[in-house]
Nanobody, 115 residues
Framework: QVQLMESGGGLVQAGGSLRLSCAAS????????MGWYRQPPGKQRELVAD???????TYADSVKGRFAISRDGNANIVYLQMNSLKPEDTAVYYC?????????WGQGTQVTVSS
């Protein structure tokens, strides 16, 4: 089993920045991919950024040039640096990690961007 814990969400004004963290614990051997998703109010969950080990990084068009995903492999932490935030970035942000062909999700962290 793998447990994921997100942190770093909060309330920020438009144009501001936040950094989300996702710490993995448990049986984390065999991670193949990690990513961030978000679910805006009243909408479906959508991809924000996806990182494949030894593979490409994919960003949603709406966040390209503003968000960056990175990883601290030693600490099993995945980050999402979010800059130039917009009100439309308001959502619950979820971390996902793929470990030995299974997907694990965090509980989500709220990000609210005020105009």
């Amino acid at each position: 089993q793998v447990q994921l814990m997100e942190s770093g969400g909060g309330l920020v004004q438009a144009g501001g920045s936040l950094r989300l963290s996702c710490a993995a614990s448990g049986s984390t051997f065999g991670i193949t991919a990690m990513g961030w998703y978000r679910q805006p109010p009243g909408k479906q969950r959508e991809l924000v950024a996806d990182m494949r080990l030894n593979g490409p990084i994919t960003y949603a068009d709406s966040v390209k040039g503003r968000f960056a995903i990175s990883r601290d492999g030693n600490a099993n932490i995945v980050y999402l640096q979010m800059n130039s935030l917009k009100p439309e970035d308001t959502a619950v942000y979820y971390c996902k990690q793929s470990v030995r062909s299974r997907d694990y999700w965090g509980q989500g962290t709220q990000v609210t961007v005020s105009s």
